[in-house]
């Protein structure tokens, strides 16, 4: 298993802040939305919203991820004026008290009025496939995860086939990074993303999870977002998405030790919390 060295704080240089991913850095998910998986419609209200991104980050988020669009197996698009207007204000509000804010959204509009209302960070779930989002990153100093998604939601879960899903994945997100890099975008700002059931089975995602190794390799931090997601419930039987948290925290855990710098998350406080005794035993096992 992979595990960053504590002697070499590996940084990703969003806007202002400088994350050092040395220690695995928690990402917590805010939906703004009404009909997410797992929480569509518990932050519809601005000041709600604004309330629970305080809340994780006082849990122990690094970074409060915003999105106004649900990109669930399915989901139809938002019009970009509707996502626009769930984001920005939430957006706006988190980053004027300081916070460090990622805007989930692959609308170069949405992203970049996020952008302007504080946002640091872009996270782009058909991971810069179009070349707004390219040319809006390379003017900006944002922040970028690059996401893999098999075709669209609506139909990302119709049955997605691969070859060799890691070596598919993985030669997908090596070359949307390339074309990052020849428009401007410094290494340092991208963070790469095996999209975990975005067009995948649970057979699909098992074999990313277990080979995130291959991804370490390409040079750039990982992120995992498995949170909560149908291939937990799958294996473990749990229908209820808001009832998947240990798992959710099992998955996150276990994506840590593989080498993911970046865990995606519902359940802020108790992943911290597993992280944290995670270190410590890790800590204590190499003292001795």
């Known amino acids: 298993m992979q595990r960053q060295s504590a002697e070499q704080p590996l940084l990703w240089r969003c806007g202002p802040f400088a994350l050092d991913l040395s220690r695995a850095a928690v990402m917590g998910i805010l939906n703004v939305t009404p009909d997410s998986f797992s929480d569509g419609g518990a932050h519809c209200d601005v000041d709600d919203a604004v309330a629970a991104g305080v809340r994780m980050a006082a849990d122990g988020a690094a970074i409060i991820d915003v999105g106004g669009e649900s990109t669930r197996p399915g989901s139809?698009?938002?019009?970009?004026?509707?996502?626009?207007?769930?984001?920005?204000?939430?957006?706006?509000?988190?980053?004027?008290?300081?916070?460090?804010?990622?805007?989930?959204?692959?609308?170069?509009?949405?992203?970049?009025?996020?952008?302007?209302?504080?946002?640091?960070?872009?996270?782009?779930?058909?991971g810069f496939r179009d070349p707004d989002m390219v040319r809006l990153a390379a003017r900006t100093d944002a922040g970028l995860v690059v996401m893999h998604m098999l075709g669209e939601p609506k139909t990302m879960q119709t049955e997605p086939v691969y070859d060799d899903v890691v070596a598919e994945v993985s030669a997908y997100l090596a070359g949307q990074a390339a074309a990052l890099r020849a428009a401007g975008v410094e290494a340092e700002r991208i963070v790469l993303d095996p999209g975990i059931g975005f067009g995948k089975t649970t057979a699909h995602n098992l074999?990313?999870?277990?080979?995130?190794?291959?991804?370490?390799?390409?040079?750039?931090?990982?992120?995992?977002?498995?949170?909560?997601?149908?291939?937990?419930?799958?294996?473990?039987?749990?229908?209820?998405?808001?009832?998947?948290?240990?798992?959710?925290?099992?998955?996150?855990?276990?994506?840590?030790?593989?080498?993911?710098?970046?865990?995606?998350?519902?359940?802020?406080?108790?992943?911290?919390?597993?992280?944290?005794?995670?270190?410590?035993?890790?800590?204590?096992?190499?003292?001795?």
């Open 76 to 126: 139809d698009a938002v019009a970009l004026d509707v996502e626009f207007a769930r984001v920005v204000p939430v957006v706006a509000a988190l980053a004027g008290r300081g916070l460090c804010v990622s805007v989930d959204t692959r609308h170069a509009a949405v992203a970049e009025g996020a952008l302007a209302a504080g946002a640091a960070i872009v996270n782009d779930v058909s």
């Open 207 to 288: 074999e990313l999870l277990r080979s995130l190794d291959v991804l370490t390799a390409l040079g750039y931090p990982v992120l995992v977002g498995a949170s909560r997601k149908r291939f937990i419930g799958e294996i473990t039987g749990v229908t209820e998405p808001r009832d998947r948290m240990a798992g959710s925290v099992a998955v996150a855990l276990d994506a840590v030790l593989r080498g993911a710098r970046v865990v995606r998350v519902h359940d802020v406080a108790e992943t911290v919390q597993a992280l944290a005794l995670q270190e410590a035993i890790e800590g204590e096992g190499r003292a001795r």
